[in-house]
């Protein structure tokens, strides 16, 4: 290869670079900051990416984790862009500001919103996705198992019209049983959840059982629930991977498709979930239950 061919190759790669960077290659346009909903004097918002190469993408609405108390919702699995999928990702009350069920009332109020102005940002919201990771995971598992709950929907924003109903769930590493999970849990898991599941119900979870039960995805499946991805780590220690186990055992009974990925050595928030690799496990399971 010559010299000016070289050249051409590295303004090529530094070009590819810049756009990659900028979000201009696999990214489309952006909405940040948006208002969806206040509460108390607080903005509630959520950040809205289209993909460039889809015209009318469907809607995958994500839910951050940090153990309902922290997390944000700056850092969304950009990879579902890259295969043509829309995101919104939600800022929601967390249980240091407000417990449960307030994180579920805005989340069904950021539905409503988005359904309500799908044409303005230009997704299609015939088929909305719910998807979280960790606390973000049992959110986003709840408000699949709970179309129609009149006691979670809240009434929070300018659309209570409008459904807040998802067609599909995934679910990545969430707890989904909160009457079992700390039996389940190692020394370490118990640390870690025993303080973050009280504050999250506003009291220890043996003091309020049946609004622990309100809040775990596993008592409230249907055989009206929409299709669930469920991915859970092997090695798990802050998150068992029996609480995947119930949820899926609860879905198939119920006759709710449902796929159960087993990802062998992983821990909780492990690196296998940002691959390729898993990134189209999804975006096949996705294909398969929304052109049906």
Avoid: C
């Avoid at 810049?18 to 290659?25: A, D, E, S, Y």
């Avoid at 929907?153 to 990545?172: I, P, W």
């Avoid at 599941?197 to 629930?225: C, F, I």
């Avoid at 092997?234 to 709710?256: F, M, S, W």
């Amino acid at each position: 290869m010559g010299f000016q061919q070289k050249l051409k190759q590295i303004r090529l790669v530094k070009i590819r670079y810049v756009l990659l960077f900028t979000g201009l290659i696999a990214f489309g346009q952006e909405y940040k900051d948006v208002v969806y909903a206040e509460v108390v004097g607080r903005k509630l918002l959520v950040d809205v990416y289209l993909p460039q190469s889809n015209p009318n993408p469907y809607l995958v609405v994500w839910v951050h984790g940090g153990a309902w108390h922290s997390g944000s919702k700056e850092n969304p699995p950009k990879g579902l862009l890259e295969n043509g999928y829309a995101i919104a990702s939600v800022d929601y009350r967390l249980s240091i500001e407000a417990a449960f069920p307030a994180m579920i009332h805005d989340i069904k109020a950021a539905i409503r919103y988005l359904q309500a102005n799908a044409k303005q940002y230009g997704y299609n919201a015939d088929k909305i996705i719910i998807a979280g990771s960790s606390a973000g995971g049992h959110l986003a598992a709840l408000i699949g198992t709970v179309n129609g709950n009149t006691e979670l929907e809240g009434t929070l924003g300018n659309h209570l019209n409008t459904s807040s109903d998802v067609q599909a769930t995934v679910d990545l590493y969430g707890p989904t049983n909160f009457l079992t999970i700390l039996n389940q849990s190692t020394p370490h898991g118990i640390s870690v959840r025993a303080p973050a599941l009280a504050l999250l119900l506003g009291r220890p979870v043996d003091q309020v059982p049946e609004l622990a039960k309100l809040a775990s995805p596993v008592y409230q499946v249907d055989a009206t629930d929409p299709p669930m991805f469920i991915a859970h780590g092997d090695q798990d220690n802050q998150v068992p991977i029996n609480q995947a186990h119930e949820l899926h055992a609860a879905l198939k009974k119920a006759g709710v498709t449902v796929h159960f990925e087993v990802i062998h050595g992983a821990g909780h928030g492990s690196p296998d979930y940002y691959q390729p690799e898993f990134t189209q496990k999804i975006v096949a399971f996705l294909k398969q239950v929304l052109t049906n």
